[in-house]
């Protein structure tokens, strides 16, 4: 039997904003509980919200960002629910008129080929408070901390047709949030988290399958399993005679499986209707040219021109603008490495840089070798200062601290020979001293050649130039 | 001349000015009075001596700096439902008989700020529910003018201090009529502004569309001088509105010689009281006499403003009151087995049944599969009352009729009937559902009672409404007249 899972992701990317969506109290992630709440975020008698115009502002960047339509009128709603960490025993969110829709986002499938996935709307929302359960014996602590962050939740359309491509989106919201510079994207925080809704449909059938939501992922790492694990278990279900119920289900990343949280008859009714405390967001077109004029290069452009401007295939290309960060500093490299071609450096960015930031998990911005040093190695390799070989040695000892590459190359006498007479003189000294191969190499077995040039290489440390060396072999054997 | 405690605020500024008498002895005869008679009627929750007394000496040393305004060193009394920092701020509940206010309403920082003194807070229909005051968790207060009568709701604390001569004024609100009907069931001047004019922030939330801040005073004049201290925009509230305040005292006289009044036919309906009706015309003949047109105008879908009402009023409340879970403040109840127990008990016991009714109505209203059929269909009407009123207003400049379709009831005799309770409020409801300014005033007696009469306004019309007042008040001396009890 050949199924098709259907996805779609409900996206919570919290805000950048300084202060709260409607109060002052500021953002910022790891303080004192509850030392960042006031009285407003506390929920307390006779207290109103005000709406923060930063987040309305960074809710039409992104609705820009996908191409998406910015409501002229947008409304807050109320979500009623009793919990302890939501203060006001409401949610204000958006529901029926929300400040983006019908929006696009490409994303890369493995194959190299483009996928478009449907954005239905993104609203702005507060977020709630934690409870914390383990640290208290029979009781809750509440810390408020977060209640009344800003919150954009972004819904796509039920367009993803694997864990994979669910995964891809994921990555590329999470690249454009950053771009855009409205949220930080942390997911270990909680900054960039996500919903999936999953359902499976037997192949060509074109009804949805039941859906499960799994609530709250914030890895990609757990989405992809998470959704793995939950097709199967659906399939599984189907196949053996049962039915999908509608349910919210939690990931459990130690057991690697999901497991219910409540289905959809103990789903609370959230009795939703507009906060009246609230005006309606009205925005005109003047406010929003100016909020358009403000977009950074968004990835894809990037990767065009990319693609264009540095000769960089579509691969190279997605990789590098993968991040506004990793492609900064890519053109920063360009910029200040003279004369060495831009395929070249992204090939030095893509593989030792990237592969030293990996090993150290180090954020590319912070990386010990700038952007600028970089680049000055990248010229050694150019101007035939150094081979390829010993600019890898170069580069470990300019991330190790050691300075940059001409005073590396200068400390360690790593000068490539390019004196044709010095290597003329080791070249001879070599077929001298094997007097045996040389006889091989001249009756036909060619392989030898490397030999030669290795012996060569051996003699002057690697520092010969590899292209003379092999000229003057030839001339000589 | 009247003694010192039944002057009006107008009366008494002058007499601040002048030296005749200090904010200090105001302060202490006002205090000493409460403290003597208060027991009679129930009227306040606190009274905060320490705190009056120390404002009153602040204000006397402003005004011999040369510091002082029209409203420096005169007392006034707070209803329960504006936070006090510092002060218990009840708003009429169990629910909130443990807290104290950390910070302050809006509305009393500016009042504060011109210099008022606070003498403490008044009852209050819990969380300013009902019509009576008979559902405030302290008990109900009793009216000045028949002690087995109910001062009408929720602002009855308010209008029980300024009509036994407590203090010369008080602050009310007014969701639903809360300030009009208690002003018209204790002769006194009671104003409603237009809904956005004065800051919502710091008073706690009925129906948060619905709900203004309003004053209580004994005439017209004292209520332009409150209301110029009060009114303006505030960035805590969204709602309100960035307008300027005009300087409503500056304007009372005017000529109302042209003046086009409309009274709604709506208004003369079966369930009023004809010596309210005659009351009503001979009111508006004073307006003829002045030189006013008056006309009759419809607004046909004012009938249907106690449904619609009951049901924004109650969606807004249930879920206004569901931070009074006893989680942050407020009533917990003891030993909570687990959180649904602890929610359970505390808002069971915390609430009265009134709250609760409202609760429980504005939850199934919003309910799904009931929302359109309740909730939504109530938006529709409420836009088109908005409308009737709208229409009315390009044809005249004002709308008169009575406040309450009967003069004050008896203590009881409607607490078993919310829906008669509720009727009691058909005249003035519309009012907040359009978002218009209403204002009662004192109109004459049935049977030793007070009857009031409303005058509404179109949007931020309350400089001419205080002229109409003022000019009636000029006419007639009914606003003179206090309670034999407590005279």
């Known amino acids: 039997m050949e199924w098709e899972t259907v996805i779609g992701l409900e996206i919570h990317a919290q805000l950048s904003t300084r202060s709260k969506i409607f109060s002052s109290a500021p953002t910022a992630y790891g303080a004192e509980p509850n030392s960042q709440a006031n009285l407003v975020d506390l929920g307390y008698p006779g207290v109103l919200p005000v709406l923060n115009g930063e987040a309305v502002r960074m809710a039409v960047k992104l609705g820009l960002a996908i191409g998406a339509t910015i409501a002229p009128r947008s409304v807050f709603a109320r979500k009623n629910y009793f919990y302890p960490d939501l203060p006001k025993g409401y949610q204000i969110s958006q529901f029926e008129l929300p400040i983006v829709a019908s929006g696009t986002l490409d994303i890369m499938l493995d194959d190299g080929s483009l996928k478009t996935v449907g954005v239905t709307r993104a609203h702005l929302e507060e977020d709630a408070g934690k409870s914390l359960h383990e640290d208290f014996q029979g009781m809750t602590g509440i810390d408020l901390n977060r209640a009344g962050t800003p919150l954009i939740e972004i819904v796509s359309e039920p367009d993803m047709r694997s864990a994979k491509e669910a995964v891809a989106y994921m990555k590329k919201m999470h690249s454009l949030v950053r771009y855009l510079e409205i949220c930080d994207g942390n997911m270990q925080e909680g900054s960039f988290r996500c919903d999936a809704n999953v359902s499976v449909r037997r192949a060509g059938e074109e009804k949805l399958g039941t859906r499960c939501e799994v609530k709250n992922l914030n890895s990609f790492r757990y989405i992809e399993r998470a959704i793995n694990y939950e097709v199967e278990r659906q399939i599984e279900l189907i196949e053996s005679g049962g039915t999908v119920v509608q349910q919210t289900r939690l990931f459990d990343p130690d057991k690697g499986e999901t497991r219910p949280l409540r289905s959809k008859e103990e789903a609370n009714d959230y009795r939703y209707f507009p906060d009246p405390d609230l005006l309606p967001v009205l925005l005109d077109d003047a406010y929003i040219d100016g909020v358009r004029a403000t977009l950074p290069e968004l990835p894809d452009a990037k990767r065009a021109r990319f693609v264009e401007e540095y000769g960089l295939s579509a691969y190279d290309a997605t990789v590098l603008t993968a991040t506004r960060e990793m492609a900064d500093y890519y053109e920063a490299v360009v910029k200040s490495a003279a004369g060495a071609e831009a395929k070249l450096v992204a090939n030095w960015v893509m593989g030792e840089l990237s592969g030293a930031l990996n090993r150290d998990g180090i954020e590319v911005e912070s990386s010990p070798v700038s952007a600028q040093m970089f680049g000055g190695l990248l010229a050694r390799i150019a101007d035939d200062t150094i081979s390829g070989k010993i600019a890898k040695e170069v580069f470990e000892a300019m991330w190790a601290g050691e300075g940059d590459a001409d005073a590396v190359i200068e400390k360690r006498g790593l000068r490539q020979i390019t004196d044709t007479g010095a290597i003329d003189e080791i070249i001879d000294s070599v077929i001298a001293a094997n007097p045996g191969q040389v006889e091989q190499y001249r009756s036909g077995k060619d392989k030898l050649f490397g030999f030669f040039v290795g012996q060569v290489m051996k003699e002057t440390q690697g520092k010969a130039n590899p292209g003379q060396v092999n000229e003057l072999l030839k001339k000589k054997l | ?487």
């Not at chain 2, 209803?79 to 206010?101: E, H, P, Q, Y």
């Not at chain 2, 009281?273 to 015309?281: F, L, T």
């Not at chain 2, 359009?434 to 030793?448: K, Q, R, T, W």
């Open chain 2, 1 to 487: 001349m009247s003694e010192l405690h039944s002057k009006t605020l107008a009366e008494l500024s002058g007499l601040l000015a002048d030296g005749e008498t200090s904010s200090v002895e105001l302060t202490r005869t006002l205090l000493e009075r409460v403290g003597a008679r208060d027991a009679e009627l129930n009227s306040f929750i606190t009274v905060t001596p320490e705190r009056a007394l120390a404002q009153a000496e602040a204000a006397d040393a402003r005004r011999k700096r040369g510091d002082a305004g029209p409203l420096t060193g005169l007392p006034l009394v707070h209803k329960d439902i504006f936070c006090t920092r510092g002060v218990k701020t009840s708003c009429g509940s169990r629910m909130l008989d443990n807290f104290v206010a950390p910070y302050d309403a809006t509305v009393v920082q500016r009042l504060d700020a011109a210099g008022m003194v606070m003498l403490g807070k008044s009852n209050m229909d819990e969380f300013a529910m009902g019509s009576s005051n008979e559902t405030s968790w302290y008990g109900p207060v009793r009216n000045p003018w028949d002690t087995a009568r109910v001062p009408g709701g929720s602002s009855g604390g308010s209008v029980a201090a300024v009509a036994a001569s407590f203090a010369p004024a008080a602050t009310g609100t007014d969701t639903g009529g809360s300030i009009r009907q208690p002003a018209a069931f204790t002769n006194l001047t009671g104003l409603k502004p237009t809904y956005g004019r004065v800051s919502r922030y710091g008073m706690i939330a009925f129906a948060s569309s619905l709900d203004q801040a309003g004053t209580i005073t004994r005439t017209a004049e004292d209520a332009a001088m409150m209301l110029g201290a009060m009114a303006g925009f505030d960035d805590a509230d969204s709602t309100s509105v960035d307008r300027e305040v005009p300087v409503y005292r500056a304007t009372l006289n005017r000529d109302l010689k042209g003046l086009k009044v409309g009274v709604p036919v709506e208004f003369f309906d079966e369930g009023l009281d004809s010596k309210v009706a005659d009351a009503v015309q001979a009111a508006l003949d004073v307006y003829r006499s002045l030189g006013c047109e008056v006309v009759k105008v419809s607004l046909p879908n004012l009938m249907l403003s106690v449904p619609t009402y009951y049901v924004i009023a109650p969606a807004e409340c249930a879920s206004n009151l569901s931070r009074f879970d006893g989680a942050r403040f407020g009533y917990r109840c003891e030993n909570p087995r687990d959180l649904t127990d602890m929610y359970e008990r505390s808002r069971g016991d915390g609430f009265g049944d009134e709250v609760k009714r409202r609760i429980m109505t504005g939850t199934y209203v919003l309910s799904a599969g009931y929302y359109d059929a309740y909730y939504l269909k109530a938006q529709k009407t409420r836009h088109l009352i908005a409308a009737d009123f709208a229409k009315a207003f390009e044809e005249v400049d004002l709308l008169m009729g009575p406040t309450t379709p009967t003069p004050a009831f008896k203590l009881g005799e409607k607490t078993d009937d919310p829906i008669t309770m509720y009727l009691n409020d058909i005249y003035v409801n519309g009012v907040n559902l359009a978002g218009l300014p209403g204002l009662s005033i004192p109109m004459g007696f049935i049977d030793g009672l007070p009857v009031g009469f409303q005058i509404i306004g179109n949007h931020f019309q309350e400089a001419l409404m205080l002229n109409a007042a003022h000019r009636y008040q000029c006419e007639t001396d009914w606003h003179t007249r206090t309670p034999e009890g407590f005279k």
